[in-house]
């Protein structure tokens, strides 16, 4: 599977998020938001994983592979489910520098962690209550660790 193919797929995940969340900010709306983003979650985990033409991994990663990624990127919008009438409109991978320091700070190997970068939009009520409503945020870090059983589970989150 070519990255373009992957990236485009990740993309269409992605938007569906966006669109599906766009406009909805009522308690009863968010239900149906976060069930939609759970059933984006099981077709992501169902991505097959196969590397492009030329045998490499879509991320461009020396320390990833695409499972990886396709279960950090599970993990943080797992998380982002909370954000009550937010919609992500990109997530991607951060890169094998911002791993590594990542990997540094919280004193493990580059291999159990994966930093990821998104832009998404608050609604009215700022998320879960500490972010700026109606406001877009860029750059925004999800950091994801591999737990002792192998599965990515977040561990943080940050802005800037």
């Known amino acids: 599977m070519k990255r373009q193919t992957v990236l485009l797929f990740v993309a269409l995940i992605v938007m569906a998020v966006c669109i599906s969340a766009c406009g909805f900010y009522s308690s009863s709306m968010d239900e149906d938001v976060i069930a939609e983003n759970e059933k984006l979650i099981e077709e992501a985990d169902k991505m097959p ?5 030329a045998g490499e991994d879509p ?16 993990a943080a919008l797992e998380c982002f489910n909370n954000y009550e009438g937010c ?12 791993t590594k320091a990542e990997a ?57």
């Not at 994983?49 to 033409?53: K, L, Q, T």
């Not at 919609?87 to 911002?98: P, T, V």
């Open 104 to 160: 540094e700070y919280q004193k493990c190997d580059p291999k159990d962690v994966i930093v990821l970068v998104s832009t998404f939009e608050t609604g009215d009520n700022g998320g879960d209550g500490s972010l700026e409503p109606n406001k877009t945020y860029s750059d925004y870090k999800w950091i994801i660790m591999r737990d002792e059983d192998g599965t990515w589970k977040h561990k943080d989150h940050e802005y800037g």
């Open 59 to 74: 991320i461009e990663s020396d320390i990833h592979n695409q499972e990886d990624y396709r279960e950090a990127v599970a």
């Open 49 to 53: 994983v196969v590397p492009d033409a």
């Open 87 to 98: 919609y992500m409109s990109e997530i991607k991978y951060a890169g094998d520098e911002e």
